[in-house]
């Protein structure tokens, strides 16, 4: 019975060698290389470009040079108006907010691609920094309202686009992907 305890205590002992052997190691004589780590530049957001009411704003909406203008605007009772005669059902403003149209004309000026998209999603209203999409309005005859469509390059189109914002310092923005690349400052 002596034996049988010999022999497992031996092995247990062989065990125990073997295994920490391989957690033993002599010291290297070559340093180990340090890999650096690459910094990298953040890329600066450009400040979107604006212009005052009146004037021309031109973009570059991905490799798409376009020019936006405001040709009309109309605002309070005056659009109010226009949309009863729109549709009963055409969206109201509340206390402290107003209701705005404007006639946008955007023309593709260059590009890559031959056609370019034009949608009333690509426009808001910024008041005192918050973004107030376009509402969707029945316009009456004489109204023809921004579509989404296709233009080519060379093409300018027109419409209307409506708003209903709250009261203070606002700005037309043309977006993509909910980032403004430039303002008109929308004077009343």
């Not at 073997?18 to 290297?28: D, E, F, K, Q």
């Not at 376009?66 to 309070?76: L, T």
């Not at 549709?87 to 209701?99: C, F, L, R, V």
């Amino acid at each position: 019975m002596k034996k049988i305890w010999y022999v497992f205590g031996m092995l247990i002992v062989l065990t125990g060698m073997i295994l920490s052997a391989g957690c033993i190691s002599t010291p290297s004589d070559t340093p180990t290389p340090v890999t650096s780590v690459p910094t990298t530049t953040p890329t600066p957001v450009p400040t979107p470009a604006e212009v005052m009411q009146g004037q021309e704003l031109t973009v570059t909406d991905t490799g798409k040079t376009i020019s936006i203008r405001i040709m009309q605007k109309k605002f309070g009772s005056e659009v109010e108006e226009i949309l009863k005669k729109g549709s009963a059902a055409n969206p109201k403003p509340a206390p402290g907010q107003y209701a705005v149209m404007l006639k946008i004309s955007e023309t593709y000026e260059s590009g890559d691609e031959a056609a370019k998209v034009v949608a009333p999603y690509h426009y808001e209203i910024y008041v005192n920094g918050i973004g107030y999409p376009a509402v969707s309005a029945a316009l009456p005859n004489g109204y023809t309202p921004l579509s989404t469509t296709n233009i080519l390059k060379y093409a300018k189109i027109e419409g209307w686009l409506t708003y209903i914002i709250p009261q203070g310092d606002a700005k037309l923005a043309y977006e993509v992907k909910d980032e403004p690349l430039g303002f008109i400052r929308i004077n009343y």
